[in-house]
Structures are given as structure tokens and as C-alpha cells.
Nanobody, 123 residues
Framework: QVQLVESGGGLVQAGGSLRLSCAAS????????VGWFRQAPGKEREFVAA????????SYADSGKGRFTVSRDNAKHTVDLQMHSLILEAPAVYSC????????????????WGPGPQVTVPS
């Protein structure tokens, strides 16, 4: 079993950068891909980025390509989402999830989710 906790976020200006982190527990963490999702008020949750268990494969939504970078450190059990050139828009809540592959995560199929939306960008 994998447990996830999100952190990071905060106040950001247009064009600024922000780094989110997803900390995981569980011996099989490196077996899971991890994805980031965002949900704006009144909108459905949407895929942002994902990374495979070994870190060799990444996937991004078109909106984040060239601006976002997802990375992981399996020794530390963390997956980070570095965001650059942020665009001011309606605040969205970011959450992370663990799943079998970046392909499944991209369509929202996951096995574990963080405990609840805890990171809001921008605030």
C-alpha cells in the first residue's frame, strides 16, 4: 500500500515559479507511477503530469509542456512538480496519485490518492 501527502504551493505572481512535492510511504513506492492533477472551482479534475516508477518516462498535459517538470527520488520517496511561467487564473487545487503507469494516470486511473486537496496554486 502507498500513502501520499502533498505539500508546497502558495502565493505566486504571473510568470513565477512554484514547486510542489508529493511524499509517499510504502515499500513498493518505486513500482508505482505518480501523477499530478489539478482541479479548479466548478471544474472537473484534470491531468497535469505523471512519471513512471523508475523515473524514465514522463507525461505532460499540453498546457504544461515546456513549463512543468515532474521528477522523483525513489530513495526519498518523493515526486516533485516544478512549475515555471505560471499563468494567473482561477486558483486550482493540486493533488497527487499513484498508479500502475503514466498511461493509466493520464486518464485518471490510479490506485492511491493523497489524503485530500492540500495544495492550492496560486493562493
Amino acid at each position: 500500500q502507498v500513502q501520499l501527502v502533498e505539500s508546497g504551493g502558495g502565493l505566486v505572481q504571473a510568470g513565477g515559479s512554484l514547486r510542489l512535492s508529493c511524499a509517499a510511504s510504502g515499500r513498493t513506492f518505486s513500482s508505482y507511477g505518480v501523477g499530478w492533477f489539478r482541479q479548479a472551482p466548478g471544474k472537473e479534475r484534470e491531468f497535469v503530469a505523471a512519471i513512471s516508477g523508475g523515473g524514465g518516462t514522463t507525461s505532460y498535459a499540453d498546457s504544461g509542456k515546456g513549463r512543468f517538470t515532474v521528477s522523483r527520488d525513489n530513495a526519498k520517496h518523493t515526486v516533485d512538480l516544478q512549475m515555471h511561467s505560471l499563468i494567473l487564473e482561477a486558483p486550482a487545487v493540486y493533488s497527487c496519485a499513484a498508479g500502475s503507469s503514466t498511461t493509466s494516470l493520464r486518464v485518471g486511473v490510479s490506485d492511491y490518492w493523497g489524503p485530500g486537496p492540500q495544495v492550492t496554486v496560486p493562493s
